[in-house]
Nanobody
């Protein structure tokens, strides 16, 4: 069984930093892009950052220059380093991955359970 497990959320003051981690485990043969999304109360889920298997990255304008996405392919893990946090960054952060399972030719879309990030002013 494949699962994505996030960690690293919490409460931080404005201007502070947090590092989120998301580890994919189970019978995985390949992982393509890995992403971080977030959803604030009353708002739609939005894409924060993406990293391909080759290491190419893309960011939402609202986090450029403050957040950094990275991954360790050997550990099937993606990270989100968040610096200069603002109250508007408060949300539940979700990890997402497109992956292939052992013995299956098609690609599957998996989500983590989410981790709360709260930034106080």
């Amino acid at each position: 069984q494949v699962q994505l497990v996030e960690s690293g959320g919490g409460l931080v003051q404005a201007g502070g930093s947090l590092r989120l981690s998301c580890a994919a485990s189970g019978s995985i043969s390949s992982i393509a892009a890995m992403d971080w999304y977030r959803q604030a109360p009353g708002k739609q889920r939005e894409l924060v950052a993406t990293i391909t298997s080759g290491g190419s990255t893309n960011y939402a304008d609202s986090v450029k220059g403050r957040f950094t996405i990275s991954r360790d392919n050997a550990k099937n893990t993606v990270y989100l380093q968040m610096n200069s946090l603002r109250p508007e960054d408060t949300a539940v952060y979700y990890c997402h991955a497109d992956l292939q399972k052992l013995g299956w030719p098609q690609w599957f879309s998996y989500w983590g359970q989410g981790t709360q990030v709260t930034v106080s002013s």
